[in-house]
């Protein structure tokens, strides 16, 4: 019986400017599920003098970088056009991916202000008349996850008690 690898290629998620937590983590579980992720993380380090690599270095450095422009290109694919245009000079998937760290993730003081305005949805998040039960709870879970990923630890007992 003939195996169908199509069945298994993954979608690639598109990065809109917007959606970079979301975005991010999808990426690097595919990196995971590719064995990139550590070249997108620590890079590709590549020797000025190669001369003293045995010829299983050099092999191995050569697949590295060869999987190194696998993943940025599976970035350039992830992205809008106005936003590739702000990747399009990078040489490694690390450069393009600390671009986008750096732009979309935020630097602290960005991420206390978020932070802050998420703590006030949070203290006044009340259920809607014409609201589920699942719908409120679903937003109370993205509401304390954006709250974790810009900080905050947040204890189960305070989500319930908070919202009860």
Known sequence: MASNNNLLQP?????????????????????ESQELWSLVENGLIELEDQSALTQAQLTELKDNKKKDKKALFFIFQAVDEVIFDRISSANSAKEAWDTFYAAYKGEDKIKLVRLQTLRCEFDSLRMKDSESVEEFFNRVITLVNQMKVNGEAMENQKIVRENS
């Open 11 to 31: 979608q690639l998620p598109r990065f809109t400017g917007k959606n970079y937590h979301q975005w991010s983590i999808l990426l690097k579980v595919l990196y």
